[in-house]
């Protein structure tokens, strides 16, 4: 089982409200990802970052902002939660080459209401 | 035109029943072809990945990709009631932080 996290697990918050979603991972890897996913709907890539220092946005706009301080630590911060935020939120982690495999926690459902 | 379409579903089977999963992509540059399973209320885990034309066998899974007709299948043999999941497929492009495209996953259940 891949060792990586997420917290909340499930978070139910007003709009208006800042948010910040939690991704760790205990695997040394240099790549770490957010996704996007709605039901019935593909994984949308929002954020990524190489390593330390380093991060871009994905192919989906998304007003959320993302820091990495740290290999292990990657969250994601919403500065004002909105309806049109409600989704889960899926963190993920690959090595640099290797198989390419992206081992995925277990997601933030975030409802705004 | 999206670049990875995969059959929508759901499924319903009987266990002990071939799966077939299905998913086309439009850009000839994608070099890695994966499966992921996600079960309810996890996050998806790689099942299989394969980078060349042809089968690629994994106990009741094999994976298929014909490079020609940019497709590629997930066939599960004599299905269980555990393989109840969404399956995903996932291509990698030739990018350098590794992008995957997902498809938009195939709810499968199979009832005893």
Redesign the interface.
């Given at each position: 089982e891949?060792d990586?996290y997420q917290t909340p697990r499930y978070l139910v918050i007003g709009t208006g409200k800042k948010i910040t979603l939690e991704c760790s991972q205990t695997m040394g890897h240099d790549?770490m990802y957010w996704y996007q996913q709605d039901p019935?709907?593909?994984?949308h890539?929002i954020h990524?970052s190489?390593g330390v220092n380093s991060t871009?946005k994905?192919?989906l706009s998304s007003e959320s902002t993302v820091s990495r301080i740290r290999t292990e630590h990657f969250p994601l911060t919403l500065e004002s939660a909105r309806p049109s935020h409600t989704s889960q939120y899926?963190c993920?982690s690959?090595e640099y080459g290797g198989?390419?495999?992206?081992?995925?926690?277990?997601?933030t459902r975030l409802t705004v209401t | 035109q999206?670049e990875?379409e995969?059959d929508?579903g759901p499924l319903s089977v009987p266990e002990g029943a071939i799966v077939s999963l299905n998913c086309t992509y439009s850009n000839s540059a994608f070099q890695?072809f994966?499966w992921y399973r996600q079960y309810s209320?996890?996050?998806?885990?790689?099942l299989m990945?394969t980078y060349s034309s042809g089968n690629k066998e994994d106990g009741r899974f094999t994976a298929q990709v014909d490079k020609s007709s940019k497709y590629i299948s997930l066939f599960i043999r004599d299905s269980q009631p555990s393989d109840s999941a969404t399956y995903?497929c996932a291509i990698?492009g030739g990018t350098s932080?590794?992008?995957?495209t997902?498809?938009?996953?195939t709810i499968l259940t199979v009832h005893p």
């Open positions: 891949a990586i790549k019935g709907m593909e994984l890539l990524y190489y871009e994905g192919d899926l993920a690959s198989t390419y495999e992206q081992y995925f926690g277990p997601g | 999206k990875v995969q929508p890695y994966m209320r996890k996050g998806p885990e790689l990945y995903l990698l932080y590794g992008k995957l997902f498809g938009q996953g």
